[in-house]
Nanobody
Framework: QLQASGGGLVQAGDSLRLSCLVF????????MAWFRQALGKERDFVAGSKWNGGSSYSTYYADSMKARFTMSRDNAKRTVYLHMNKLQPEDTAVYYC????????????????WGQGTLVTVSS
C-alpha cells in the first residue's frame, strides 16, 4: 500500500517535493516509480528507482524531466520522494507513486501497487 502526498498549488518557477510512504517493511527491495497524468491525457512515466541488490539503486528519468526532477528514497522512513524544480504549467497533473518487486514489471511500467495520487497544479 502506498500513500502519496505533497501536492498543491504553486506558481511557475516554484519547487515542490512529493512524498510516497510505503506500508511495507522491506521497502528497500522494491522497485519504485513516479508517474503523472494530466487531465484528458494518458499516464506518463516520470522517474524510477530500480533496486539492483544490496544497497544499490539505479534511477531513471523521462527525458523531458531529468533536468528538473530528482527522485530519491529513504528506506529507513519507507519513503520515496520526487523533488521538482522550476515547475511549469505543463507539469500540472496528478502524480502517482508505484511499486513492484519485479524488474520485468519495472521495465514495462507494469507496477503492482499504486498510490492514490497527489494533485500538482502550477499556475502561470
Amino acid at each position: 500500500q502506498l500513500q502519496a502526498s505533497g501536492g498543491g498549488l504553486v506558481q511557475a518557477g516554484d519547487s515542490l517535493r512529493l512524498s510516497c510512504l510505503v506500508f511495507e517493511d522491506t521497502v528497500s527491495s522494491y522497485h519504485m516509480a513516479w508517474f503523472r497524468q494530466a487531465l484528458g491525457k494518458e499516464r506518463d512515466f516520470v522517474a524510477g528507482s530500480k533496486w539492483n541488490g544490496g544497497s544499490s539503486y539505479s534511477t531513471y528519468y523521462a527525458d523531458s524531466m531529468k533536468a528538473r526532477f530528482t527522485m530519491s528514497r529513504d528506506n529507513a522512513k519507507r519513503t520515496v520522494y520526487l523533488h521538482m524544480n522550476k515547475l511549469q504549467p505543463e507539469d500540472t497533473a496528478v502524480y502517482y507513486c508505484a511499486a513492484t518487486r519485479s524488474a520485468n514489471k519495472f521495465y514495462s511500467n507494469n507496477f503492482d501497487s499504486w498510490g492514490q495520487g497527489t494533485l500538482v497544479t502550477v499556475s502561470s
